[in-house]
């Protein structure tokens, strides 16, 4: 237990600290006493939190103005935040990984689950990504860069602090080569195939690695089919089937940018595949009037529930997006369907996905429901964190 002599003090109102003594990772900020004092703490400080009687309980990242006011960085009271607590962090989410992947591709660091909250991670080779959410992560980048640097030797670090969350923080949005040298596009290896990402402007880091394992499975079915990618991003989806034997490939997205990385790994890994730059829903609908159908149909959309409030309209665009989705596919086809907000329960959605298909007069059998590869681990406490729902289907 490593601890310095003392951090400011975030005092609780009267019971809620039941939910952080049991292990949960936030505080909000009407469970915080907001005096004069503590609502003039520095976004980003380190506090240690103490119930309303003084006890003291954990050590937090603290800012007065969002509504997640803390997250926990330890269970404990006065930990020093510093090289050695983040070298102690990225060593065991190193381990982990190492044991999990035999290449070094993957999501070092997920958040919560990692026990460094706010901060995503991911490593392509020898070059690393950090997104940093929050505004204690954010003043934490030059420590993380460090320890990386002492931990892995790495060709280049970028920050991808261009996310929405970040504003909510109060934050600027921010891209930088932080450290080392950074020459073009960066491949990432994946179930034995190569694809090319842009880890300065692409989405997110430049690549999913979530959706790892469901490509695989897609991949494994797709022997002698025709297949379709929607959303196709650099290709992960494509590329897959086409490896898993698929007798032809569509690949659609919106930008050109995406699509040339695609058409890059198409070439690196010798698969055949279209790619047709379109809007997603007119796409289909217009495939719906030609009669075009896929016996491997894949719909990967990005956020359509970004928060709590776009539930009821975010879930009428899966149900639309299944009904398409569900026209275009041959009777007896398979269809993927996946969903990446956290605010869309997995039974919403899932209902919602069901009463498209039956919207378009299809039915079918869910054969695989799926979340994201343990790359990204799941705070046991923290529902939100497990993000990513996968369903696939078997129509009748």
């Not at 310095?4 to 600290?17: M, N």
């Not at 939190?49 to 800012?63: I, M, P, R, W």
């Not at 381990?95 to 706010?118: K, T």
């Not at 992960?236 to 940018?257: E, K, M």
């Amino acid at each position: 237990m490593n601890t310095v002599t003392r951090h400011p003090r975030l005092f609780l109102q009267p019971r809620a600290q039941r939910r952080l003594q049991s292990g949960y990772p936030w505080i909000f900020s009407n469970e915080v006493k907001m005096d004069p004092a503590t609502k003039a703490l520095p976004p980003g400080s380190v506090v240690t939190v103490a119930d309303a009687g003084g006890e003291l309980l954990a050590t937090a990242h603290f800012n007065p103005r969002t509504l997640i006011s803390a997250r926990v960085l330890a269970h404990y009271a006065d930990a020093a935040v510093d090289l050695d607590f983040v070298e102690t962090k990225l060593t065991a989410a190193l381990a982990l990984r190492d044991r999990l992947y035999a290449r070094p591709f993957y999501r070092l660091i997920h958040a919560e689950a990692d026990g460094l909250p706010g901060l995503v991670i991911d490593r392509f080779g020898d070059v690393f990504v950090l997104q940093p959410n929050t505004a204690g992560m954010d003043g934490l980048v030059p420590t993380l860069v460090e320890a990386l640097v002492r931990l892995t030797n790495p060709r280049a670090i970028i920050v991808r602090g261009d996310t929405p969350a970040r504003g909510l923080e109060g934050l600027e949005q921010d891209v930088r080569l932080v450290h080392g040298v950074l020459d073009g596009d960066v491949p990432v290896e994946e179930n034995g195939a190569t694809f090319f990402c842009d880890l300065t402007s692409g989405q997110k880091t430049g690549w999913f690695f979530d959706q790892r394992d469901n490509r695989a499975f897609m991949g494994s079915v797709s022997k002698g089919a025709s297949a379709l990618d929607l959303y196709t991003h650099t290709g992960g989806f494509a590329i897959a089937c086409g490896r898993g034997g698929a007798s032809r490939v569509t690949a659609v997205d919106r930008s050109a940018h995406s699509l040339d990385l695609a058409s890059k790994a198409a070439k690196a890994n010798d698969v055949a595949c279209t790619f047709e730059k379109a809007e997603v829903f007119p796409f289909l609908e217009n495939a719906v009037r030609e009669k075009k159908t896929w016996q491997i149909v894949v719909a990967d959309p990005p956020a359509f529930v970004k928060s709590k409030k776009d539930l009821k309209a975010g879930l009428q665009g899966y149900r639309k997006l299944a009904r398409l989705c569900g026209e275009v596919t041959t009777r007896g086809g398979i269809l993927l369907v996946a969903s990446c907000s956290h605010n869309a329960p997995l039974d919403e959605f899932t209902a919602a996905v069901a009463r498209g298909l039956s919207d378009g007069g299809k039915s079918g059998k869910l054969i695989r429901t799926a979340g994201a590869g343990p790359d990204h681990p799941v705070h046991p406490l923290l529902p939100e964190s497990a993000y990513l729902k996968a369903l696939v289907f078997h129509l009748d």
